[in-house]
């Protein structure tokens, strides 16, 4: 089974099928909230074990996000996949524990462990499995309409750096396109059967001495057929 929708330079479009059948395959719940972490919060490799339980803000489901890398934080949307695994873990957390995840000190690295559970499940393992989660998380977030400021607010980056790292072409992108121009090419053709109906029909009820195939070849009928012919054909 390859989980991979399209490869461009070391960008993989991680589908949400494909994780969550990863996520399902788990059986330890902090491996799932991490992964979850990971593929629908587009947190980076180390921020999820930096999370405690202070960081989420249930009532107004928001979760803030600690970045090892760059001494700061930011705040993201509580999604509803995030909000369902990070409940799991609350509802499962030993009294006065403040960390989220405690299963691996702050630090740890999580690629190795990570690329045998993909295996587990039955995925190959694909390039840069961490990062390419969470360059899948933006590409969705781009997908899905939210303005580019808060794309990068909430996954933590710039929009050069996305531009050029992150938001790929994906597959979807050309499913998209072309359902479009099949429909199009339908219109085209339904458009073009009436107005060849409809000339016909003017031609025969014209009142003049002049046959009708005679008026079909009239300089003046060229150009008139020729101006609505172009316009029925898609224009770049």
Request: aromatic fraction near 8%; hydrophobic fraction near 35%; charge should be positive.
């Amino acid at each position: 089974m390859v989980a991979l929708s399209q490869t461009n330079d070391r960008f993989v479009y991680i589908r949400k099928e494909t994780i969550d059948a990863i996520i399902k395959d788990v059986s330890c719940i902090e491996w799932k909230a991490i992964i979850t972490l990971w593929r629908y919060a587009g947190l980076r490799a180390q921020e999820p074990l930096h999370l405690t339980w202070d960081c989420v803000d249930w009532d107004n489901r928001k979760l803030t996000v600690i970045e090892p890398k760059n001494k700061r934080v930011r705040v993201i949307p509580l999604w509803p996949e995030v909000e369902a695994a990070l409940s799991v873990l609350f509802h499962t957390a030993k009294v006065g524990e403040p960390r989220i995840i405690t299963k691996y000190k702050i630090g740890q690295k999580l690629g190795t462990q990570f690329s045998r559970i993909i295996k587990r499940a039955g995925f190959e393992v694909w390039t840069k499995p961490i990062q390419n989660l969470r360059a899948s998380c933006q590409n969705d977030l781009e997908e899905a309409g939210y303005r580019m400021t808060a794309v990068c607010s909430w996954i933590g980056n710039s929009k050069p750096v996305a531009q050029k790292h992150y938001l790929k072409t994906t597959e979807a992108d050309f499913e998209k396109a072309l359902g479009s121009k099949v429909d199009l090419q339908i219109d085209r053709h339904d458009t073009e059967q009436v107005s060849t109906e409809n000339e016909t029909s003017q031609l025969n009820l014209k009142n003049t001495a002049m046959p009708v195939g005679a008026a079909a070849c009239d300089t003046t009928k060229i150009e008139k057929y020729a101006q609505q012919d172009s316009n029925l054909r898609p224009t770049d």
